[in-house]
C-alpha cells in the first residue's frame, strides 16, 4: 500500500509528493500545516482490504460524489482499488493514520500526521 500525499500549499498552487510506504515507525512523518486542505490518495496494490483510520480529524472521501462527499475516519481500501481522501488541518498535534488490520498495523502499516511548527 502507498499513500501519495498531495498537500495543497495555497488557493492557486499544490505540490504532490510521492511517498513509497515506509514501514512504521521509521518512515517519516507527514508534515501538514495548520490551516490547509490535505489530499491523501490511498493506492492499494495489495489483494487484501485495508480499512484506513485517521485520528483527530474527519475526512471526506472523494469519489465522486461531489457536495455529498461522505465524512469519515475510516475508510475500507477493497484490493487493487484507490481511493481519495480530503481533511482540513484543524486539530494541532501528531495524529496517528494506520490500517485497523491490526497484524497489518504491527507489520508497520501506519504514519503520523504532524502539524509544522508555525513560523514566526
Ligand atoms: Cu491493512
Redesign the pocket.
Known amino acids: ?1 502507498r499513500v501519495i500525499s498531495s498537500v495543497s500549499r495555497s488557493q492557486t498552487t499544490s505540490g504532490t509528493t510521492i511517498r513509497p510506504f515506509i514501514a512504521y515507525p521509521k518512515a517519516d512523518p507527514l508534515l501538514i500545516r495548520q490551516g490547509e486542505r490535505v489530499q491523501i490518495e490511498l493506492v492499494n496494490q495489495t489483494m ?4 484506513m483510520h485517521l485520528h483527530g480529524h474527519f475526512f471526506r472521501l472523494l469519489q465522486g460524489a461531489g457536495d455529498r462527499a461522505p465524512l469519515k475516519h475510516t475508510v475500507n481500501v477493497a484490493p487493487r482499488e484507490s481511493v481519495r481522501i480530503e481533511f482540513t488541518a484543524d486539530n494541532p498535534g501528531r495524529w496517528f493514520f494506520h ?1 485497523h ?1 491490526l497484524y ?1 498495523l504491527e507489520a508497520g ?1 501506519a504514519r503520523v500526521f504532524e502539524y509544522e511548527s508555525p513560523k514566526s
Do not use: F
Open positions: 500500500m487484501m482490504w485495508h480499512p490500517c488490520n497489518h502499516m
